[in-house]
């Protein structure tokens, strides 16, 4: 399993730039679209036409699978509408974070496979659904690659995202008893919350760890460290045939390895033509290495 998160991390880094850029910046515009034109005709038809519908699908409506995204201001009313456009804006600039982080694609495939389970699920239990909780999804990435973020809740306090997160996953587990106390326990509608966030499960897997307390986290660091006890050492009386030592990640430019020098930061550049290494002296100080590139120094 892990190798094939390496994998996919790879694939993610080599094709970060392909996909929908600022995908929830257009999924905020057209809410706001959405909800002008349901404004000005009071029968409400673009809405009925965009929210998901099981009858409607199997009849052929298949943009009812995607489409129900852009209802999202259209599914609260009252004072709610004022928290719904607020949360829109704060998605979108979480989906600006995650974008910078991941890039486009692997950020456009993180809301895609969110909105397939959800889509997947309604037709299953024939249930009408949301983008509510899958909008979740984005703040719960977010709260897992910066637990330690501050923000301002109500615009005065500064809260860290990490308790904020812990905060939405108790408001979904209190709907799902909530859904499973009148709905009962077989009619599955106790999923409805928790199917949209399966993504985050899905994409970040150990790192979930990140939102535990610090303390639980160092509990487990040392009951893991007195079962193993592993030998930080093991590669320094290795070498290779060449003399070199082992190692995982190494320097296009200077050679250096994480063996030889452990604290010392690497990252893989997603502007050159394959999967090269470089040093933190050196991700922002080298020459881009291009197919021409490589063509000319295999020719000489």
Partial sequence: MKELRKRFERFCLRNRNKGIPNLMMWIGIGNVLVYVLTAIDPSRLVYGALTFSRAGILRGEVWRLFSYVLTYLLDVSGVQMILAMISLFVYYQFGRLLESSWGSFRFNLYYLTGLLLTDLFGLIIGSGVSAVALNLSIFLAVATLAPEMRMLLFFIIPVKIK?????????????????????GFLSFAWLLPIVP?????????????????????????????????PNVHWADGYR????????????TVCGRTDTDYPNLEFRYCSKCSGYYCYCIDHINNHAHITEENRQNKSNI
């Fill in 163 to 183: 308790y904020l997160a812990w905060f939405d996953l108790a408001l979904t587990v209190l709907m799902s008893a909530l859904y499973m106390g009148s709905y």
């Fill in 240 to 251: 290779s045939k060449t003399g070199e030592r082992p190692y995982r990640h190494k320097c």
């Fill in 197 to 229: 966030i399966m993504n985050y499960l899905l994409f970040f897997g150990r790192d979930i760890r990140n939102l535990l307390p610090a303390s639980m986290n160092r509990r487990r660091q040392s009951w893991r460290a007195a079962v193993r006890r």
